[in-house]
């Protein structure tokens, strides 16, 4: 019987030479994507399919409407299909036909120490290879200061992803935003979106969320984020099972507004998604389609509600959270305004947004 090849979350990993095959092999669908004229931003692209079609990262476009795409040392104009900030998620056409795709994988199916291989340009260096490890999963990460840490720019500053990234120790170099990031079936898993530490690990939008975001591009030239109009903070909730999403307010005007949700509800389920934190909420708001349908199971003391509501695009300045006053948890104790689990504000997030 012949055997069958390890999948990237088999426990098994290839040899180095398993590896520089598989980068060879997946080298030509990699290109290099320059915009802009003036100021140039320079990063890396892949294929993913014969027509052309090639995805970045929308850092590497900027506000650009000027790009093109390095194929073999050929400098090509590049039109834009989609470009959107928010996924972090660009897509470009050349012409050039029968252009070797990469395959799209499945990053469902990743775990923390699978290994994981980037293959991208360096700045104004040949297309380079690295390998490491998933380390988690998360929708956050730190910013260090800018300045060394003295003055304005001394403290670390929070940033949010629209849904949860890939996190992997892999090193990355100036110029590799935008590379593909591939199991060892060299099938796409995500696609680099930065580095928190000056280039020692990276964040990777997952495949499905670029997928998502692709479909948008195809249908309407543009993505199209979903809102409902729920604004939700964390809070504690130790008389159940960990849920720890609550409620804050339902925007006047929105589709939550006059479904009878309320202020104080834990929300317990959005679709077939279990919320246990606002990662969840995000994850399940990044997911939902303009004009479809959304259902929330929300629990009010010992009894479910479900409700839903239509999904409608979300605004470019969506209304932030406005508590009138602390939620008291489901316990017998208040919330203690100085205490470190204080409920957290979770970046004004909505339950269809961000």
């Known amino acids: 019987m012949a055997a069958t090849p390890a999948r990237a979350n088999d426990v098994f990993q290839p040899t180095s030479n398993e590896v520089n095959v598989l980068v060879e092999r997946i ?5 290099k994507v320059r915009s802009g004229d003036k100021f140039i931003l320079a990063g890396t692209g892949f294929f993913i399919d014969d027509r052309g079609t090639v995805l970045t990262s929308s850092s590497v476009i900027g506000d650009n409407t000027s790009v093109r795409v390095v ?3 050929v400098e090509l104009e590049a039109k834009i299909l989609g470009n959107d900030p928010r996924s972090g998620l660009a897509m470009l056409r050349v012409s050039y036909d029968e252009s070797p795709s990469l395959p799209l994988g499945h990053a469902g199916d990743l775990k923390t120490n699978n290994g994981v291989i980037v293959v991208g340009y360096p700045m104004n260096l040949p297309i380079s290879s690295s390998e490491g490890q998933v380390s988690g999963f998360d929708i956050s990460y730190l910013v260090p200061p800018k300045d060394g840490g003295t ?14 990234h890939i ?6 170099s100036p110029g590799q935003v935008g590379s593909p990031l591939l199991d060892h079936q060299g099938e796409v898993v995500g696609i680099v979106a930065t580095s928190p530490d000056s280039g020692r690990t990276l964040y990777a939008l997952p495949v499905e969320a670029m997928q998502k975001i692709i ?6 030239g543009r993505a199209r984020h979903g809102w409902v109009g729920v604004n939700v903070l964390q809070g ?3 008389n159940h099972d960990g849920r720890t999403v609550r409620v804050v307010q339902a925007v006047p005007g929105t589709p939550a507004s006059k479904s009878g949700i309320e202020r104080g509800d834990t929300v317990l389920r959005i679709d077939e998604r279990e919320i246990y934190r606002p990662a969840d909420v995000l994850d399940a708001s990044f997911f939902s389609h303009v004009g479809g349908n959304m259902t929330v199971v929300v629990r009010r003391d010992e009894d ?3 409700y839903n509501f239509p999904v409608i695009e979300r605004p470019l ?13 489901m316990t017998s104790a208040p919330v203690t305004p100085s205490s470190p689990t204080d409920p957290i504000m979770v970046n004004h997030t909505v339950l269809a947004s961000h």
Do not use: C, M, W
Request: proline share 15%; charged share 15%.
């Open 71 to 73: 194929v073999n040392g």
């Open 236 to 238: 504690p909730d130790t």
């Open 317 to 329: 300045n969506p209304v932030p959270a406005t508590p009138e006053a602390p939620i008291t948890p």
């Open 27 to 31: 080298k030509p669908s990699v290109v």
């Open 167 to 172: 996190h992997a120790n892999v090193p990355i």
């Open 304 to 306: 479910l509600f479900s």
């Open 215 to 220: 479909a948008d591009f195809n249908q309407y």
């Open 151 to 164: 003055g304005k720019e001394s403290v670390s500053t929070l940033e949010r992803f629209a849904t949860t």
